[in-house]
């Protein structure tokens, strides 16, 4: 397993930007954001694999963009143009080469966003 750190949530106005980041303990696999809104399912948001091939949920395809810095062993989201939909925790998760959280076997503890209206 890997070690992931989340930072850079907090509380945005719709419209805002905010950058996350995912600070992983070693390199060698495809990253991926999912997020979890109060009282709905842990949802994908996007992944990139080793060499930055991406992939989108259609519902932040062109707002948000997921990169990586492997030499940092880190990874990012950076949210423009953010919804009050948007509000969430997210995770960062390795190890899955699915969209579906039950693939994936290690996880940050999560940092959470909030859009305000």
């Known amino acids: 397993q890997v070690q992931l750190v989340e930072s850079g949530g907090g509380l945005v106005q719709a419209g805002g930007s905010l950058r996350l980041s995912c600070a992983a303990s070693?390199?060698?696999?495809?990253m991926t954001w999912f997020r979890q809104a109060p009282g709905k399912e842990r949802e994908f948001v996007a992944t990139i694999n080793l060499i930055g091939g991406t992939s989108y949920a259609a519902s932040v395809k062109g707002r948000f963009t997921i990169s990586r810095d492997n030499a940092k062993n880190t990874m990012y989201l950076q949210m423009n143009s953010l919804k009050p939909e948007d509000t969430a925790v997210y995770y960062c998760a390795a190890g899955g080469l699915t969209s579906q959280p039950k693939d994936f076997s290690s996880w940050g503890r999560g940092t959470q966003v909030t859009v305000s209206s």
């Open positions: 070693r390199r060698g696999f495809s």
